[in-house]
T-cell receptor, first 117, second 116 residues
Framework: EAGVAQSPRYKIIEKRQSVAFWCNPI?????LYWYQQILGQGPKLLIQ????????DSQLPKDRFSAERLKGVDSTLKIQPAKLEDSAVYLC???????????????FGAGTRLSVL | AQSVTQLGSHVSVSEGALVLLRCNYS??????LFWYVQYPNQGLQLLLK??????LVKGINGFEAEFKKSETSFHLTKPSAHMSDAAEYFC??????????????FGKGTKLSVKP
């Protein structure tokens, strides 16, 4: 079974530029998550999708961050404009569904490491 | 509000020694608890999870964790460390709202080093 795919793996941009990350979840997984992992910290949830609808985006800085999941499969996370403090690893995860304990098992991609200069 | 505290940002053990990584949680409802491992430049991989069944949970790679409600702890252990265990370990909590899933809240992580 293929895992969660993310691209690019690395990205370096200057502040005020825009950047986009792509995620392809495990086939059949209805729920998709984007996390931000700042160096020295645990992952922090930015947004959660159930199919193509947003379940939770309470911690997404909506003035600069946006995300979409068209057709309930792939997802894109965008930052515009980027700030220095956005330097982090952006992790995508997916899980099967909301029924039973399987709902709580999230499978993570390798992440995109963003450096904002 | 739920939270996770991992004691010790860095733990160093000798190969063959006991591994003990500490995790304490705060939750107002029965929690689900998880340990994830992250190898350099990779995503997080689930080691084990507690889901209100057995309090002693066995995971992959010889790791296990014990849920202690009275101590609000979920410490991760392995009897004998291997060089390949060197990685960063994250404890996470998710709340069960009677079947409705809560989000994962992660601790800050503990980096495990294994000396030859």
């Amino acid at each position: 079974e293929a895992g969660v795919a993310q691209s690019p793996r690395y990205k370096i941009i200057e502040k005020r530029q825009s950047v986009a990350f792509w995620c392809n979840p495990i086939s059949g997984h209805a729920t998709l998550y984007w996390y931000q992992q700042i160096l020295g910290q645990g992952p922090k949830l930015l947004i959660q999708f159930q199919n193509n609808g947003v379940v939770d985006d309470s911690q997404l800085p909506k003035d600069r961050f946006s995300a979409e999941r068209l057709k309930g499969v792939d997802s894109t996370l965008k930052i515009q404009p980027a700030k220095l403090e956005d330097s982090a690893v952006y992790l995508c995860a997916s899980s099967l569904d909301h029924s039973g304990i399987a709902k709580n098992i999230q499978y993570f991609g390798a992440g995109t490491r963003l450096s904002v200069l | 509000a739920q939270s996770v505290t991992q004691l010790g940002s860095h733990v160093s053990v000798s190969e063959g020694a006991l591994v003990l990584l500490r995790c304490n949680y705060s939750s107002s409802v029965p929690p689900y608890l998880f340990w994830y491992v992250q190898y350099p430049n990779q995503g997080l991989q689930l080691l084990l999870k507690y889901t209100s069944a057995a309090t002693l949970v066995k995971g992959i790679n010889g790791f296990e964790a014990e849920f202690k409600k009275s101590e609000t702890s979920f410490h991760l252990t392995k009897p004998s460390a291997h060089m390949s265990d060197a990685a960063e370990y994250f404890c996470a909590v998710s709340e069960d709202y009677g079947g409705s899933q809560g989000n994962l809240i992660f601790g800050k992580g503990t980096k495990l080093s294994v000396k030859p």
